[in-house]
């Protein structure tokens, strides 16, 4: 019930009530990016969904136009304090996770959920066999690793943990992301693995 029914409509409350928000901060973030390099304010890639199919994600611009995507070893996103690659205003993004703030497009368009896994980049389509079952939910703004881990652990942690996510959907543990991601925020726990 929960899932199936309750969680989409907390997902409509939540883009209703934080959408004036976002046009503000839209505004105000797109004058700070076009000030500092003059590029799209939005940067958009493709990104794995429920079902592995593909959408279009959506994230404040955080780094230099045509920046090569670095990864590690495991796949995962390398990020780091000094990444030359950054824009000054992108680091402040990044930092307090506001880059992330355009996804409510994605979470009115029904791609996204409030609450989900994070959703991978389009080429990481080989996953264990034993971690797909949370390709059966959508990937969310916020996440049981993003909650607890931010950037601190590896790519097959993270599936694991997305796994169990998947395995033990509830208002209450949805409701415990929602508050621990507020506090790894503001502590500014977890935000680079370089």
């Known amino acids: 019930m929960y899932e199936k029914n309750i969680k989409r409509i907390l997902d409509i409350i939540f883009t209703i009530l934080f959408f004036p928000f976002f ?3 839209y505004a105000l973030v797109g ?3 076009k000030i ?3 590029g799209p304010v939005l940067y958009v890639s493709d990104r794995l969904g429920k079902n592995k199919t593909i959408f279009k994600m959506y994230k404040f611009r955080t780094m230099r136009v045509n920046s ?7 796949g995962s996103t390398y990020n ?5 690659r950054v824009t000054k205003i992108g680091k402040k993004l990044r930092e307090s996770s506001l880059d992330e703030i355009p996804q409510i497009l994605n979470i009115l368009k029904g791609e996204m ?3 989900g896994p994070r959703p991978d980049v389009e080429s990481s389509k080989n996953y264990p066999e034993e971690y797909e079952s949370f390709f059966r ?3 969310g703004l916020t996440g049981y690793n993003q909650a607890y881990f931010r950037n601190e652990i590896d790519r097959l942690e993270k599936m694991k943990n997305d796994k169990f996510y998947s395995d033990n959907i509830s ?3 949805d409701l415990f992301i929602v508050l621990k991601t507020f506090s790894v925020v503001f502590r500014r726990k977890g935000l680079y693995k370089d």
Do not use: A, H, T
Request: hydrophobic share 45%.
């Open 113 to 115: 959920s409030v609450i």
């Open 80 to 84: 780091s304090s000094n990444d030359s």
């Open 23 to 25: 046009l503000l901060l």
């Open 137 to 139: 939910i959508k990937p």
């Open 36 to 38: 500092e390099d003059q």
């Open 171 to 173: 208002f209450k543990v």
């Open 31 to 33: 004058i700070l990016i």
């Open 68 to 74: 090569p995507d670095i990864r590690l070893e495991d």
